[in-house]
């Protein structure tokens, strides 16, 4: 079993910047042969959860919401079971709890349905 343990969220005021970093630990044979895309997602109150960014296994093939493009960068270090999501000009509409999927697929999907891991999500406050 994969799991996945999100950090980094917190309180930022209107343009400035937070990295999140996203941990999945288990059994090493379980991570590198079960989760290759992974994702970030948000939900705010009163929302659904939202596609925010994407990579695939290798970290060359990214994808970004269009609200988010030019401001978050997703990566990755496999040798540390690790994804990050920097993320710059940050605004109070980027308020969220933000989380962290991988998928058993090598493609990025922008569906939550599309990935079997979830962390359990670090709340990003943005105050203008």
């Known amino acids: 079993q994969v799991q996945l343990v ?8 209107d343009g400035g910047s937070l990295r999140l970093s996203c941990v999945a630990s288990g059994r090493t044979s379980s991570i590198h042969n079960s989760v290759y895309a ?20 290798s970290g060359r093939s990214t994808s970004y919401a269009d609200s988010v ?3 978050f960068t997703i990566s990755r270090d496999n040798a540390k079971n690790t994804v990050y999501l920097q993320m710059n000009t940050l ?3 980027d308020t969220a709890v933000y989380y962290c999927a991988g998928g058993t697929i090598n493609n990025i999907y922008v ?5 079997q891991y979830w962390g359990q999500g670090t709340q ?3 105050s203008s």
């Open 6 to 13: 999100e950090s980094g969220g917190g309180l930022v005021q």
């Open 38 to 57: 992974m994702g970030w997602f948000r939900q705010a109150p009163g929302k659904e959860r939202e596609f925010v960014a994407g990579t695939n296994w």
């Open 69 to 71: 493009k030019g401001r």
């Open 91 to 93: 605004k109070p509409g």
């Open 111 to 115: 569906r939550p349905e599309d990935y």
């Open 124 to 126: 990003v406050t943005v």
